[in-house]
């Protein structure tokens, strides 16, 4: 919709497209109030293009340049884009949907550390929305297989896809050591004439067919059906307060500079863990907030890593879709030498890395020399939960402005040694597995991308620590929400991408039985 479109009152803004965004505005429209949506970036076009190496998702315009932040990593600073497009992260990620472990909504000293961490509910809470959004996002998965699982009130909608052979290698393998990898919960179509082809270009790449249930494909298309306005290529630069309120959003075109102010009466903000804050911290509304220091503070991402098998033939001859399985028996840590007490984390079959991939993250004499051997490797994913620690976040720099008028983001993300140390202890036992399917060698790529970044304006019950109140309103200003994964106190082991979906209907559940009487009394 253009920005010079005529615009009716709304009952509601939503600021960001992706999971938080979208299950909001989900429980918003059911509710019959008018709700906008603003989004960065527009539609990724959907197509076999989306196959080639170009469709890669560091290759493609939504992983745009005009949104560049600054990263100190180490003691290098470097520089990374942020996902702007219609569904947000979701139209490159995996698929993988897994719900929270009880125990994650009540972590350990271990993983907490002196960050004051604390969940303000419980699994039992989420657990009614964890299934309203695996129905909404056709989950695929086993239910009663995970060794970790939480209770469910309903089983998964579909079935797993059959294994692939490089899955079922990599299943003979760990069974043989004592382990029980199970189905990765998948948000995939596997329906026979209209699903999933099971091609390697999933993880990082938008799906071609749209058989991958993103947030794209699945959610935005109805909800715009429904009634909500959708503003593409906008970015929101200023929440505008008036007392204890948002009155506004300014917002500018990408393309134009063109200026734009929605009014409402609630917002939601779910624009990312980096954009989330750095919005807020742009609009000066941290100095409402009481615990208005720790906005931007507390960023998560997970410590990853991906360790590849190099094997003396090709283990996907058939050019299958292999991300299938996964291993929860470190889950919850191991007593051994080789690890830290506490938590270790999640492990997941990935598929080899793509050359288009390469080509980006290498220099090009070796991507080169590299792409002849990613036909004979596949892997494993570890997914290491990390220490919310104050010291990593988002920062802005007010004498820095770029084109549209925000100021330059910079992010802190430096891993603690009980997050490298966990990382490395599932490592070790990824390569295990791996040499026990029958790899020669292995390799590993610590994994650098903010794609599972939660954390910077953390939810909690007590008021000079959590920006957030448990319904995910920002303390200090009554119509402000945040329902992306920068509300989470700590990152769990698994995927977010299903919590923010579940936290994100229950709040918008929750602005939408407050807002209902008012609209319905007006409508009348």
Sequence with gaps: ????????????VVIGSGFGGAMAAWELVAAGLRVAMVERGGWVE??????AGEGAFVRTPAYAPDSAFRVLQGRRWAEQNLCTCVGGPSVYYGGSSFRFREGDFDP???????????????????EPFYTQAEQLLG???????????PPRSAPYPYPPSPLAAPSRRIEAAARSLGLHPFPIPLAINYAAETGCRRCTTCDAFACAIGAKNDIATRMVPELVTRGMQLFTDTLAVRLVAEGDRVAAVECRSRATGEQMVLRAESFVLAAGALATPHLLLASGLERMNPAGHAVGRYLMRHCNAMTYGVFPRNPNPGNEHHKQLAIHDFYFGVDEKDAPP???????????????MLEVGLPKPIARMATPLVEHMTGLLSIAEDQPRAE??????????????????????????????????LIRRA????????????ATWKVSTFSHAVGTVRMGDDERAAPLDPDCRFRGLENLYVTDG???????????????????????????????????????
Aim: charged content about 15%; overall charge positive.
């Design 1 to 12: 919709m253009p920005l010079s479109s005529p615009l009716l009152e709304l009952d509601a």
């Design 46 to 51: 959907r197509g076999p293009q989306n196959w």
């Design 108 to 126: 350990t000293p271990e993983i907490v550390g002196g960050s004051g961490a604390a969940w303000p509910f419980g699994y039992d809470a989420l």
């Design 139 to 149: 989950v695929a998965g086993a239910a009663g297989a995970d060794p970790t699982e």
């Design 342 to 356: 506490g938590k270790l984390g999640n492990m997941q079959q990935v598929m080899g890395p793509p050359a288009a």
């Design 392 to 425: 990593n976040g988002v920062r802005i720099d007010p004498g820095a402005l770029d084109r549209f008028g925000l100021p330059r983001m910079s992010v802190t993300s430096l891993y603690s040694p009980r997050d490298l140390a966990a990382r490395a202890a």
């Design 431 to 442: 390569k295990k597995i791996l040499r026990r399917a029958g790899a020669w060698g292995t």
């Design 486 to 524: 920068s509300c989470f106190p700590t990152s769990a082991g698994v995927n977010p991408s299903l919590t923010i979906a579940a936290n994100a209907l229950r709040v918008g559940r929750g602005m939408a039985a407050l807002a209902s009487p008012a609209h319905a009394e007006a409508a009348g």
